[in-house]
């Protein structure tokens, strides 16, 4: 089969197309042949050297497929041979075959293609685990999403307005803001013209958000923590901003503010196909529903990675960016 | 009746004796004669003109009171009059009578006398919102406490040690230790002769804590981020080591580890009450039974009380002190 390998740490041109043997499922898990891939920020960071894969995964990046069940395992998921699913994996998505533990693949939603399908995994997993379960977000609060233009902050805007939650975005030109205004969010702020601290509190009251996503982490904590709201929660998933933080532990005591994060590629199987049960259950409801839809900035042919990646170093796409193999 | 007040910010010498009115109860609260009264460490942020009252509250300093119903409304609660209640209070506690909602008092656990009592409500609220509800200690947990002799210290080896989880403290000297082993930590780490961290990571097999209690916060946060386990909480209640805190948010996120905290005073008295309520289920029952004891350091008489806080001052408490109307 065809696959995407990284050549050696460094820029897009570092991708290039090689030949590899197409893997063999083990027990509980399926061969999905993959139909599209999408893009994420710790492929970019696997490629530059800075994010080795974790103990046991494929050499080959990619963390999202979208493809048919050709092979394997997956009774326990009502999942059949000849089904399109969405699979979170632990990376090797860049390929014409991919393995993956049938838990962590769920049914293409009705009305989507297998572009749109392969925007799914990644964002959604991300966003339920983090902003419902670990943030607890709740009908009603004020959701702060830093960088809602990107595949998570789309996703999030989405799943936090189809939970009956208010939503506010940080993005980074007037272009991403009107995106997320589109999307449900009800006030986005231009972090390059506006201080967000400000903007957050002027638009609470004063209150500040119940929940932050954050992909920034550094010097943003301490700032989030003076829009974070009385019992409000934190939750970092990206350390764009450097992994030093600080943040003011009497602010902490007195407001009861929580600060937690989390990261997905190393959780177990288990947990993944759990997050995939609630997913099934709620999220693709919604997105059958046309409640929710993945964002696609861009699809390219698998083998215009070099461009793909290239378009996700500018930092100008909105939303997702996926490959396709034709 | 006779009141201690701070007559200004200072030395345990602000501290003298005044003549006062009784106050009286309002609707749902309850006058209480108070017999003793417990020394805590926000009486002498308090004193020091560090910790103003919150707004509403009495100008004497006094945290928690044992002492017996004499007036006033405790239906709700299943209190009578003449019952002798120990009882969190929001301030007003050094006095001979302090007026309370009924909802934050508790009968006076059998076989114990008003001192002990008296040494009670403080450190019982805080360790049962901070590490039970805040924290989620399960039982076979590691908790560290830190500063495991003080007042909230050897209250919380004793409340953890009854749910069924370990405990591990810190202390500032071999006798401070020794007192808390004899409480039933399993492990004592003198701080002043080993780094905690190695200590912790040593004695748990290199997993760490699960639970944190912390009255440190500054450069005790990035220390114990690195004993916390996976999934871990750190927990803040005190901030004698500064407000300031630097952690890892690349750690936080790989271990998903959880850090908050909480103050006591401010909360209103819906949520104290609910406090006493799950208390008096659960850890009333643990000291009727023998399996908690206040551990108090010294009984002053309250004409006495710059002696008191002058041990307060000295750090040399193993701990409660506690002082009594004569």
Not at 105 to 115: A, F, H, I, Y
Not at 139 to 149: A, F, K, R, T
Not at 162 to 175: D, K
Not at 306 to 311: L, S, W, Y
Request: glycine content about 12%; some cysteine; overall charge negative.
């Amino acid at each position: 089969m065809r696959a995407i390998e990284i050549a050696q740490p460094g820029r897009p041109e570092v991708l290039r197309i090689a030949e590899r043997p197409v893997p063999q499922p083990g027990p509980g898990e399926v061969l999905v042949r993959v139909r599209a891939f999408g893009v994420n920020r710790p492929d970019v960071l696997q490629r530059r050297g800075l994010y080795p894969p974790p103990p046991g995964a494929s050499d080959i990046p990619g963390l999202e497929i979208c493809g048919d069940i050709v092979a394997g395992d997956a009774a326990d998921t009502g999942l059949r041979i000849g089904d399109i699913v969405c699979a979170l994996v632990t990376g090797g998505g860049y390929a014409e075959y991919c393995v993956v533990p049938a838990g962590q693949c769920l049914p293409l939603p009705s009305g989507l293609g297998v572009e749109q399908g392969a925007a799914l995994p990644e964002t959604v997993f991300t966003v339920w685990h983090n902003v419902f379960e670990r943030g607890r977000l709740q009908p009603g609060e004020v959701l702060l999403v830093q960088g809602g233009s990107s595949g998570i902050g789309t996703t999030a805007i989405q799943l936090a307005v189809a939970h009956g939650a208010r939503v506010i975005v940080t993005a980074g030109s007037e272009a991403k803001c009107a995106a997320c205004l589109a999307l449900g969010a009800e006030h986005a702020i231009d972090y390059h013209r506006q201080d967000f601290v400000e903007a957050v509190s002027e638009h609470t009251g004063g209150r500040g958000a119940d929940v932050i996503l954050d992909m920034v982490a550094g010097d943003y904590v301490a700032r989030e923590q003076r829009c974070l709201a009385e019992d409000g929660r934190l939750v970092i998933i990206a350390v764009q901003g450097g992994i030093r933080s600080e943040f003011d532990a009497g602010l902490l005591m007195r407001k009861r503010q929580v600060v937690t994060g989390s990261t997905l590629r190393a959780r177990s199987v288990a947990f993944k196909s759990a997050v995939a049960r609630s997913l099934r259950e709620t999220a693709w409801p919604w997105i059958e529903q046309g409640r929710m839809r993945p964002v696609i900035d861009a699809v390219f042919d698998a083998t215009d990675v070099v461009q793909a990646h290239e378009r996700m170093d500018s930092g100008q796409h909105i939303g997702k960016i996926v490959l396709r193999w034709t």
